[in-house]
């Protein structure tokens, strides 16, 4: 098993590109999680997931989109990019709610 | 809204010594009470986790309390090493219905001076 398998690993970006982040994993879990990093800082999310079909916001979910069509990929998208979006974005996904969460290694991005 | 707020935000102990970190929650429904490590650069991994009808939980040199009434749990981690030196964050979920948000703390970066 890959575990939870984020892309790209780095990106640089402009300021008002798109982009989005891809987000798969393996394990056939149901919840899935979309957390940002900012240096020296916690984890904040962005949107979650409880199945196929069904997202919902999280803490911080402005200037983010998410869909999620299948059990295996939650995408984030990123439309017109803002330095404040400066970040490394977590993925994250869980057999059920409330229990141990895996992630991804991570995507660092940076906003120019 | 749901909110988990952690303390300190950076610990230095010397390496034997005991460390302790702290978190309250907001969300009385919250049931469900982790531990994650982030090693510099890496992901975060869960390291101990806790449910809430259970006090307390041991697994070697860490164990994690529950304090129910207070809304507040702890991660106390004994005769710390240097490989113990990571970014700790606790964080709060619940398996009752309604939102399924898995919220963390800010943080605590623990220093153990060898």
């Known amino acids: 098993n890959a575990g939870v398998t984020q892309t790209p690993k780095f990106r640089i970006l402009k300021i008002g590109q798109s982009m989005t982040l891809q987000c798969a994993q393996d394990m056939n879990h149901n919840y899935m999680y979309w957390y940002r990093q900012d240096p020296g800082m916690g984890l904040k999310l962005i949107y979650y997931?409880?199945?196929?079909?069904?997202?919902d916001k999280g803490e911080v979910p402005n200037g983010y989109n998410v869909s999620r069509s299948t059990t295996e990929d939650f995408p984030l998208r990123l439309e017109l990019a803002a330095p404040s979006q400066t970040s490394v974005y977590f993925c994250a996904s869980s057999p059920d709610r409330a229990r141990e969460l895996f992630f991804g290694e991570g995507s660092r991005l940076t906003v120019l | 809204g749901e909110n988990v707020e952690q303390h300190p935000s950076t610990l230095s102990v010397q390496e034997g010594d005991s460390a302790v970190i702290k978190c309250t929650y907001s969300d009385s429904a919250s049931n469900y009470f982790p531990w994650y490590k982030q090693e510099l650069g890496k992901r975060p991994q869960l390291i101990i986790d806790?449910?809430?009808?259970?006090g307390e939980k041991k697994d070697q040199r860490i164990a994690v309390t529950l304090n129910k009434t207070a809304k507040h749990f702890s991660l106390h981690i004994t005769e710390t090493q240097p490989e113990d030196s990571a970014v700790y964050f606790c964080?709060?979920?619940?398996?009752?219905?309604?939102?399924?948000?898995?919220?963390f703390g800010t943080g605590t970066r623990l220093k153990v001076l060898a």
């Open positions: 806790i449910r809430s009808n259970v």
């Open positions: 997931s409880v199945g196929a079909g069904i997202t």
């Open positions: 964080a709060a979920s619940r398996t009752t219905s309604g939102t399924y948000k898995y919220i």
